[in-house]
């Protein structure tokens, strides 16, 4: 957290807190989250308006329609953890939130995971990575032990010696240099699933960098370039061509994971995946800091929902 102490407003007073997500979430004033209404009323109970359309005139406050909607929790919790989540470089554990709130553990742990899952980006609204003259790196990994152990390898052939990748959770990140990551956790890196990943998240006029991986062969139709760096050979740039933007990501999430969170059970994964993601792609170097960074999160809260029972 750095030198934050939470010692504005927001973090202790209701009132504050609510003022902070209400401009957070609208700025240029509120609207009803039903039917889109601009014409809402403030009511007699704090922080409670009503939409003036005739056929809504529903009522709704700043948790309504977002993915705080139904909590329990105070808007100074959910001030803090937004916070946390985003000023953390590497993550911020249930348990590191559950100790500064001061709340029960699993008060904290479901704060920890909606956050999470505001943080998420997906559909099909996506623009795709890259574009003309840009890098977009490829690059797979592996973390943690996968649920269901695996017989034989991503070739079809069958395990001979055990190692680290043998029934390890496979994870698929594109870069593109110089911006955005997207991150996918796959049941299995084999060459079908990453050239569909590949191929469905990158402008064709990019040009793909891997290293020398099979998984990537037969790419070099899809985009206006592949190149490639042998790191067999202990190649790791040849002019421009390298991946280690796509190797950095790792580093930042491994590094957060085995530091901070330690276990991830792998239906979470792909939570724990998007949170890193959102941090990299509104880090400093794209003239984000910690205050717009956690604005986001919370303007990206808009329209999700998550459960106890989806969570669990």
């Not at 034989?152 to 069958?158: K, L, N």
């Not at 061509?241 to 990501?249: C, K, L, M, P, R």
Request: proline share 3%.
């Amino acid at each position: 957290m750095g030198k934050n102490t939470f010692t504005e407003k927001q973090f202790h007073d209701e009132e504050a807190a609510r003022a902070w997500f209400e401009a957070a979430r609208w700025p240029d004033g509120p609207y009803c989250p039903s039917c889109g209404s601009l014409e809402p009323y403030k009511t007699k109970k704090p922080g409670l308006y009503r939409c003036k359309a005739k056929e809504c005139r529903r009522d709704f406050t700043v948790m309504t329609g977002s993915i705080m909607e139904r909590s329990h929790a105070k808007l100074t919790q959910w001030a803090v953890a937004f916070t946390m989540a985003a000023s953390s470089k590497k993550g911020f554990s249930a348990h590191q939130l559950h100790r500064t709130l001061g709340c029960q553990y699993n008060t904290a742990w479901f704060l920890h995971h909606r956050v999470m899952e505001a943080m998420r980006s997906g559909g099909l609204d996506l623009p795709p990575l890259g574009g003309k003259g840009k890098i977009v790196e490829a690059d797979e990994t592996y973390y943690g032990r996968a649920k269901e152990p695996k017989t034989t390898r991503t070739s079809g052939e069958p395990f001979i010696k055990k190692g680290k990748k043998a029934n390890a959770r496979a994870i698929v990140a594109l870069v593109e240099r110089g911006g955005s990551v997207r991150s996918f956790h796959v049941p299995r890196a084999d060459k079908a699933t990453v050239q569909r990943i590949v191929k469905n998240n990158i402008a064709w006029e990019s040009r793909l960098h891997t290293d020398e991986s099979y998984l990537y062969r037969e790419t070099d139709t899809l985009f206006a370039s592949h190149e490639t760096v042998k790191h067999s050979a202990k190649e790791y740039a040849r002019g421009d061509v390298n991946t280690n933007s796509a190797e950095g990501y790792f580093s930042i999430f491994k590094r957060g994971m085995r530091g901070v969170y330690q276990h991830c059970s792998e239906k979470h994964l792909h939570r724990y995946l998007a949170e890193f993601d959102f941090r990299y792609n509104h880090r400093e170097a794209l003239g984000w800091n910690d205050e717009a960074r956690t604005l986001a999160a919370i303007k990206s809260g808009e329209g999700k929902r998550l459960t106890y029972h989806q969570s669990n």
